[in-house]
């Protein structure tokens, strides 16, 4: 009988495993717990030949996997002839792209869940095992355990893609979430985080956006098939999110998320463009992304056959990553095709790019007001130098219990649609003419 | 440069396509509207050459797609050597089987989204392709533009599946949806979905589960790689569903949906065991699966390493579904290796199978019983009898109102989790104790 796959009695694939933190040790005990599966999935039997650590001592949450050698030396892992992948779960950019790129040229494919690595220095890494028709696959790097790359590699291969937004960062949902619902403020909620180990001793990456900035810029590449560059993504972390919006936000039925967000804009001549971002923003009670809770991930996108389509699942964590790590790795062992990018020709060209002063969205606003004659009439002029209209306004009795002792009273309202400019020029028109006695709290409306 | 996909002058993909309606004609108007991103995305075009219909006259929503001839004659398709893929679209069974099974044998790769034939008389078609070295794809054919076969085949491979239950019939779903929303009766949504084209003018695949099944069969065999036989899965449509059971279940914050469930269990010496069913349940609100609205599909799994995951899109349609299709034909269009079942060996040894009396869940139930002393005592008897147990109960004061005129009163709870025999069990004593004035209405609860 013609197999469909390699045979049962196929040689092992054998892997170099570079890391051996919680996804590394998690992806050898899974090898072990599914091993029966694996086998019936891919025909193969998957091994480990070499585990790259920093400290060849340190205590481990799962045993090194029988037959596994630990090394310091990262050549041991690139040059052994025997390795067919190598898995690198190293993170951070220099080494981890010194690895790769060595393991390409013994004509190694390449598992990664570096989304960091692939966001910065993807180009050429893609290029070379283009060149080299050697596979390099990296499901993990995007919202965990949602199968979102393949997804939107193959599966959403025959449709344009027109929009897309997403949770891609669970530490900064995690704090959202428990902002929301234990109402309490962001320093709180980051303490609580970081003592449950789910966010790092050194949050940046996570709260200032920079990491879902990152996976945004692997998702766009997918589903746009250009190249727009992580500096050219606007980025706005969740570090100044008050709980007092959250509670407003509530008062109109939205929830205030992390979002990274990509769409497609075509001007007059129908030429498209794409603008991309990572921003809190306002998300309504009835989407179903604004019922992602906890330290989960979550992808929605439209699509111009397909339609709308949600995608959920944990964002992180040693197995929920090591899953799909697994994945990647049994694509190998069953033979694919490298099909890297998503497009024939991995040089993919750049985005048309939308500055982000353009975007049309939105607005919820909370000023602080001093409560007298005039000042509606003043701030509402503003907003008309500026074309920016009030759609619907909390009710000053709801506030009022609220405000007290504050020096001035808070106002909130959400506007129609207007453009970041001229929502920052009415904006300053209230300041200059000193009419906000604090700054202006304003977020984007989903 | 060495490619990752057949160079873009490789020669195109040529379909041959049978059966022209909403999803056959969406196909031909995808592949034109889309043509640029799909020659980037898998290096060739495709053409359609051959179009098997019914009626050579018929009015069709898009055009004959510019090349495509079209044929009343199954051979033309089957026996060209120029086609390279056969798209059946013609659905049922008979036929269809006939006509993929002469593409087999003429060395065609098929691609179907005929959910009946696979679940029905897979095996043979499976086994053939297998022999044959040939791609047999059915994305479509479950869940619509969802790609939860992928999902499974590929990106789950490395998991064990724990358990799946997914909203699988958009029919149903539109149906539940309006009841719940309009607060209208069954027979009153069913002609409102005739009338909007959700359902068709004989509705019984849709409404009374069978469709669910078919498509619950296909999932059973890409998540846990064992043949479940259709008529093994225990099915209950959503017929004798009332408003006011839908009402009731949204005091207890739940809502009523058609879904198809199939789920490991152990038995005390490990042995993993599978019950699986369509049946409509009781899925509390803050679940996303409960917030599955109108023809919308959805999937819900959990998998040892990757935990739960959700997947939402349009579970039918032209375009969506076209959008499957034309995903499947462009993995053949990649050179893609065939990966038909998602295992190895594609015979698939047979499930066992936990008798549906058996299962355990928690249950929703209405009865209409006398308003007189001891009435509760006796019925709270034949439930320890059975040891039934209840969680909780609506208060009297809120059914009172609903119950003005009826000649009983009803009285609404919800068990702890018991087996199914034990609660009919129940409701018999209750029935043969003359205590019920109507048949007692009972859902599980998930």
Chains 1, 2 share one sequence.
């Not at 234990?182 to 003592?195: K, N, P, S, T, Y």
């Not at 099909?339 to 602080?368: F, K």
């Not at 009022?400 to 020029?425: C, I």
Request: with cysteine; net charge negative.
């Amino acid at each position: 009988m013609a197999n469909m796959a390699p045979s049962p009695d196929a040689k092992p694939l054998t892997l170099a495993l570079a890391g051996f933190g919680t996804v590394g040790s998690g992806l050898g005990h899974l090898l072990e717990e599914n091993a029966d599966q694996i086998r019936r999935r891919s025909g193969r039997s998957i091994r480990i030949k070499h585990i790259l650590v920093r400290n060849l001592l340190k205590a481990r949450q799962y045993a090194i996997p029988e037959g596994a050698m630990i090394t310091r030396d990262p050549e041991t892992l690139t040059d052994d002839p025997e390795v067919d992948v190598l898995v690198e779960l190293i993170g951070g950019i220099e080494d981890a792209h010194d690895l790769v790129d060595r393991a390409l040229d013994h004509d190694k494919h390449v598992v990664t869940a570096n989304k960091a690595l692939l966001a910065e220095a993807g180009d050429d890494l893609f290029l070379k095992a283009e060149q080299r028709n050697l596979i390099l696959r990296y499901e993990a790097s995007v919202a965990g355990a949602v199968p979102i790359v393949q997804a939107l590699k193959e599966s959403l291969a025959g449709n344009r893609i027109i929009s897309l937004m997403g949770i891609l960062n669970g530490t900064s949902n995690y704090i959202l979430s428990e902002m929301t619902t234990a109402g309490i403020e962001f320093a709180d909620a980051l303490q609580q985080a970081q003592r449950l180990g789910y966010a790092e001793a050194d949050p940046t990456l996570d709260i200032d956006g920079h990491d879902a900035a990152h996976k945004l810029a692997l998702l766009i590449r997918l589903a746009f098939g250009v190249n727009y560059p992580c500096r050219s993504i606007f980025v706005r972390g969740i570090r100044d999110i008050a709980s007092l919006d959250i509670s407003f936000a509530r008062e109109f039925n939205y929830r205030i998320k992390l979002i990274g967000q990509v769409r497609e804009v075509r001007d007059e001549s129908g030429v498209p463009h794409l603008e991309a971002g990572v921003f809190p923003a306002l998300v309504q009670d009835t989407f179903l992304l604004a019922r992602v809770g906890g330290a989960y991930n979550a992808v929605r996108l439209d699509a111009n056959a397909s339609g709308p389509m949600f995608f959920h699942g944990r964002g992180a964590g040693a197995l929920p990553t090591a899953g799909a790590v697994l994945a990647d790795i049994l694509a190998i062992a069953r033979g694919e095709r490298p099909n890297n990018t998503g497009y024939v020709n991995g040089e993919l060209p750049m985005a048309s790019i939308v500055p982000s002063e353009e975007w049309r969205s939105r607005y919820y606003v909370r000023l602080t007001v001093q409560d007298k004659p005039g000042t509606l009439r003043d701030l509402a002029g503003c907003m008309a130098a500026e074309d920016v209209s009030v759609a619907s306004m909390i009710q000053k009795s709801q506030i009022r219990n609220l405000s007290e002792g504050a020096s001035g009273v808070p106002l909130v309202f959400m506007t129609h649609e207007t453009s970041a400019r001229a929502m920052a020029n009415a904006l300053m028109r209230m300041s200059d003419g000193g009419l906000l006695e604090e700054p202006a709290v304003f977020h984007r409306v989903l």
